[in-house]
């Protein structure tokens, strides 16, 4: 099985100096960045076999990982699309 990347800059990949933006200005988005990160990771992680799960908490995972990739999404778009400042 290939395991697809799920990272921000991978899911965004136009919109790399907003996420850093982001990242570097907005400690909510930071901090949503930071958890969305983690939950990547622990579903590569059950996915690549390294440890074994229930299938549900597998799924969990994934439903709070897109769950903070919408949110995050949100903010990028709204980023984008504010006015110079």
Known sequence: ???EKHDLIH???DS????HQLKTTNNHFAK??????????AVHHFEGGAENTSD????D???QRLNLK?????????YE????K
Do not use: T
């Not at 790399?16 to 996420?19: F, G, H, L, Q, R």
């Not at 949503?32 to 990771?41: A, I, M, P, T």
């Not at 549900?56 to 799924?59: A, D, R, W």
């Open 1 to 3: 099985m290939s395991l």
């Open 11 to 13: 899911e965004f990949p």
């Open 16 to 19: 790399k100096e907003a996420i």
């Open 32 to 41: 949503l960045f930071e958890e969305y990160h983690e939950l990547d990771h």
């Open 56 to 59: 549900e908490h597998l799924e």
């Open 61 to 63: 995972l994934k439903k």
């Open 70 to 78: 919408d949110q995050l999404s949100g903010m990028i778009r709204e």
């Open 81 to 84: 699309s504010a006015p110079e």
